[in-house]
């Protein structure tokens, strides 16, 4: 899958992909990350790409010049791919959105960072999904942005180590059930114990266990 990453500011984005399960699945060829840095596409000698609203207001926005044509930019790299801006305004952003992107992964994702006080509303023409990752206002589109591609990579075939490990985690469903409390050696921390069931080999009673405690 080709990721491709919109943005004022894309060394923002080197530490997250190059770390870990990121930086794995794209040694494995699995997933490719590509930056395209809106300057590029700014106006003038200035490389302007924001401006002041029109009917007055605080702060700038995005002008809609520089964010197209960075989309188009984008698109002859990967026609097929989707766009994908991280918005306030958006649809909250859950599990099953994960999943849609990820089940098609010859099928890219690009990902429009915005900045300021937000974008020239014209851009959502070139946009086909947009998102919110919860019910607060961040500076710029990075941050979701991460939050998105890490969902999605890590559902992408070959990524996780266990075979298994994507389909019985958490919020597999859009509901507010979380995963079932886990634990590891020792068996005793500081008078903390295990509880029994988990020792005592009964896979039966170990699974019960766990859709008894889901979510507590």
């Avoid at 886990?182 to 509880?195: A, I, M, N």
Wanted: glycine share 10%; hydrophobic share 40%.
């Amino acid at each position: 899958m080709k990721i491709q990453i919109i943005s004022l500011f894309p060394a923002m984005f080197d530490g997250v992909l190059s770390t870990s399960m990121l930086r794995k699945a794209e040694e494995k060829g699995i997933v490719q990350f590509s930056h395209v840095n809106l300057r590029d596409f700014g106006q003038g000698v200035r490389k302007t790409v924001d401006d002041t609203p029109y009917g007055g207001g605080d702060g700038m926005l995005l002008k809609p010049e520089p964010v197209v044509l960075a989309i188009e930019a984008a698109l002859k790299n990967d026609p097929e791919a989707l766009v994908i801006l991280p918005t306030p305004r958006g649809k909250v952003y859950m599990q099953s959105d994960a999943k849609a992107l990820a089940v098609k992964p010859g099928r890219g994702l690009i990902l429009v960072c915005a900045r300021y006080e937000g974008y020239d509303e014209r851009i959502t023409k070139w946009v086909d999904h947009q998102y919110r990752i919860g019910n607060y206002v961040l500076t710029g589109g990075e941050l979701p942005a991460m939050i998105i591609i890490d969902s999605v990579v890590r559902l992408l075939p070959g990524v996780l180590g266990g075979e298994n490990s994507a389909a019985i985690e958490s919020f597999q469903d859009d509901d507010e059930t979380t995963e079932f409390p886990q634990y590891t050696r020792p068996e005793d921390f500081r008078g903390l114990k295990v509880p029994p069931v988990l020792i005592s080999g009964n896979h039966a009673d170990i699974e019960n266990w766990r859709q008894e405690h889901k979510g507590i």
